[in-house]
């Protein structure tokens, strides 16, 4: 089988370490494909990089064919088949979210105009690297004769912290809670939906009882669970973030379950009023050919239409800062 070639951006980062083996295992790819890793990262991060390439190295993954590590970004681009964009500044000490959208722009720029000369034209592209519906939008649309629906960014993590959330409320497994999912920015103006969702069959708010909690202290704990994990562990997710960016890339690549949602934030065609071209996050499904629908005709409250509003008025508000950077 010809060997997947997977980019990861940031690979020296918390993230990457987190990422990578599970790569290398076929975590993304299954276990019978191949895979060549590309790691990514800027010239003073390279010495801790041959580090992380040494711990692969030592994990002995039977799929593993080749680690490339790099800071030229073509080299890093070259020929992939699924990219993983991490790497990113962080927020530093009084920056505010459009500072770090203006400091981390021209990296997405340069990036995706990397991916559109040198990956595969059906490249899965997921932007994990804050703010990430902004990156993505940014990225895209440097990527010159690349259809922008090869880029995505990562809002399963909130999906899946929505779903943790929920299950823990109901006293049952997380398997039992299904299609809850999430709209607009990974930003705290998120809005988690659980109109559509069930809970071993039966409609989330019926199970639950208790709209104020669903309305309320849900939707805060989802929005304000990274900040949560920062004040608790002194560093943002790590494991959390990696395993969202696998399962991500998985639905997309391998397909999701007949009847399933995820929330994956996308470039807009529309849907839903979101104006086209933000990436926003939408339910949808994947059919298993590297494809995505987003769902469409969900009949919505008008809490979650006001929500909505909201989360998509922060987005044209940062497409608007970075203008200059979408050529
Ligand atoms: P780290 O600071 O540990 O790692 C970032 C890495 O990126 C560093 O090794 C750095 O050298 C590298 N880097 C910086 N500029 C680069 C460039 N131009 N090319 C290649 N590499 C570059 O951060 P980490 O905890 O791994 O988080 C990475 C990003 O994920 C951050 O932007 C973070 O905010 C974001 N997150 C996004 C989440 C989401 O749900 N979308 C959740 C987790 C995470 O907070």
């Given at each position: 089988m010809k060997p997947a070639v997977v980019t990861v951006t940031g690979a020296a980062g918390q993230i990457g370490y987190a990422i990578l083996p599970r790569i290398a295992h076929g975590d993304v790819f299954g276990p019978d494909r191949p895979v060549i890793l590309k790691l990514l990262e800027i010239e003073p991060a390279l010495k801790a990089l041959e580090g992380v390439r040494m711990e692969l190295e030592d994990c002995a993954p039977p799929l593993l064919q080749k680690i490339v590590c790099t800071a030229d970004v073509d080299e890093g681009m070259g020929d992939a088949d699924a990219v993983f964009l991490v790497g990113a500044r962080p927020r530093g000490p009084g920056m505010e979210r459009g500072d770090l959208l203006r400091a981390n722009g021209p990296i997405f720029t340069g990036q995706g105009a990397a991916i559109a000369r040198g990956a595969k034209k059906d490249v899965c592209v997921v932007v994990v690297g804050n703010p990430a519906n902004t990156n993505c939008l940014i990225a895209y649309s440097s990527a010159k004769g690349l259809d922008p629906s090869r880029f995505t960014a990562m809002t399963r993590l909130d999906h899946d912290r929505a779903l943790a959330q929920l299950a823990r409320k109901a006293g049952v497994p997380v398997r039992a809670v299904a299609n809850a999912f999430i709209w607009g920015n990974h930003s705290p103006t998120m809005v988690p939906d659980t109109e559509h969702g069930t809970i071993g069959c039966r409609p989330i708010a019926e199970v639950i009882g208790d709209a104020g909690w669903l309305h309320g202290d849900f939707v805060k704990t989802v929005q304000q669970r990274g900040k949560a994990i920062i004040d608790a562990r002194g560093v943002s997710s790590a494991a959390s973030a990696a395993n969202a960016a696998i399962s991500h890339m998985r639905s997309w690549v391998t397909g999701t379950a007949p009847g399933e949602l995820q929330s994956m934030a996308v470039p807009s065609d529309?849907?839903?009023?979101?104006?086209?071209g933000l990436v926003s996050s939408f339910p949808v499904t994947c059919p298993g050919d590297g494809t995505y629908r987003i769902v469409q005709g969900l009949e919505r409250s008008g809490w979650v239409v006001d929500k909505v509003a909201a989360t998509v008025a922060e987005l044209e508000d940062e497409r608007k800062a970075v203008a200059d950077l979408l050529k």
């Open positions: 529309g849907s839903y009023g979101v104006p086209a």
